[in-house]
Each structure stands twice: as C-alpha cells, then as structure tokens.
C-alpha cells in the first residue's frame, strides 16, 4: 500500500518540516490551554471572577511598586450581606457578591489588582491620581449602591462601606500598612454611605484582623444617591 500523499503544486522542503511539526504541536496547544486554564481557576475567585488574596497580593505589590504615588488602595465591604442571605436566601448572596465584582472590575479598570479577600470583603489597587481621587471616589460608591436584579426578577438593594488610602497621604507604599489604613477608614464610615479616604494617623491604628475602627478626622467623600 502506497502511503505517500501526493499534494497538488510544488512544496518546498521546509514547508513540509513545518505542516509535519504542526500535528505535534496540536497536542501541546491543548495542554498549554489547559494548564492556563487550570492556573487561573487557582488565581480567580470563582464566583467573582477576582484575584484571589495571594494572586491580588501580588499583583498590588507589583502596581504600587511600578506607580510611586500616583496609586490608590481601596478596601470593600459589603452592608448588611448577612440580611440578604438570611432572608433571600444563599443564591441571592451570591449573585450580589458576582454583582458587586463586576461593578469593581469595570470601575476599576484592567490594569488594576481586583480582590476577593474572602466572604464579603474586596480590595483594589489602581493607579489613581490625588486630583481625581474624589470624584473617583464618590462614582464608585454609586456603583455599589444601585440594586442588583436577581434572575427572578427581584431586586435587592444594595450597599457597601469604602475606605481608601493613598502613599501621598501615608508616605508609606507597604501594601500591608495601606490596607490596614484603609480598613481603619471604612470601619470609620461604616454604613454612612460614604467613601472615606484614611489620614496618616489612621497608618498607626493598632488592629487585629484589619478590624477596629479608626479614628476621626477622616477626609470622607460621597454620599450615595
């Protein structure tokens, strides 16, 4: 049996080493999807589509390292989360945590480090300039605060605490020290609807678990509509 396979028109040699070397390299594609796929299920949050903390850790690392100042760190907490699942049920939870994921990723951008730090709590690191943090500020507020419409129909709504903090207002780019900063000025702003930007002496409040609530003198941006 011949088992040549004659080809219209002429073929060079190397042209034949390459579609030879393609059949191969099929199996290697798949792999390489595959292990990219299986890399960034360990790196993302399932149900948000977040970094999760270590992947998040690193990448805020790596973003306040690259941007000096001209960045902002941004802490998240969801109001009142245990009432929905209490009283809508666990799915509604969850669809107000995807929720309040996508309206961070799209707020802040693909360049930034979006977090799921576990349960109802989210982190960003953004580059963000003083001049336009406010105005920033007060939109994302906004964007958590707008209901969120179940599959059902139903809506629920909605509402988070926002604390920030920023390495011109800290002297300090330590992702550790900026996230217990801005810990401490949400937990100032707690439930008011407002997003509050923490002060160097919130850089020194002792905490434990990034739980104790700050201390006044806060800058405090946007009410929610």
């Given at each position: 049996m011949n088992s040549v396979v004659r080809l219209?028109?002429?073929i060079g040699s190397n042209a034949l080493l390459i579609t030879a070397a393609a059949v191969p390299l099929t199996g290697w594609a798949v792999h390489a999807v595959t292990l990219y796929k299986q890399i960034a299920a360990k790196e993302k949050d399932p149900l948000t589509g977040l970094l999760r903390r270590d992947a998040y850790t690193h990448r805020a690392r790596r973003l306040l390292a690259r941007h000096s100042d001209d960045v902002t760190l941004v802490m998240v907490d969801a109001d009142h989360?245990?009432?929905v699942n209490d009283t809508l049920g666990h799915a509604a939870g969850d669809m107000v945590l995807a929720a309040f994921g996508a309206r961070l990723t799209a707020w802040a951008g693909p360049r930034a480090a979006v977090g799921r730090l576990g349960g109802d709590e989210f982190a960003v690191v953004l580059s963000l300039a003083a001049d336009r943090r406010q105005v920033r500020l007060q939109q994302l507020v906004r964007m958590l605060h707008t209901p969120v419409t179940l599959d059902d129909g139903r809506t629920v709504d909605v509402a988070a605490s926002v604390g920030a903090a920023a390495p011109d207002v800290l002297g300090s780019r330590d992702l550790a020290a900026l996230q217990r900063a801005a810990?401490?000025?949400?937990?100032?702003?707690k439930h008011s609807g407002r997003a509050v930007l923490a002060t160097a002496e919130q850089a020194a409040v002792p905490s434990i678990n990034g739980r104790r609530a700050g201390r006044p003198g806060t800058a405090v941006w946007g009410r929610a509509a």
């Open positions: 219209p028109g002429r989360f245990k009432a810990d401490a000025a949400l937990y100032t702003g």
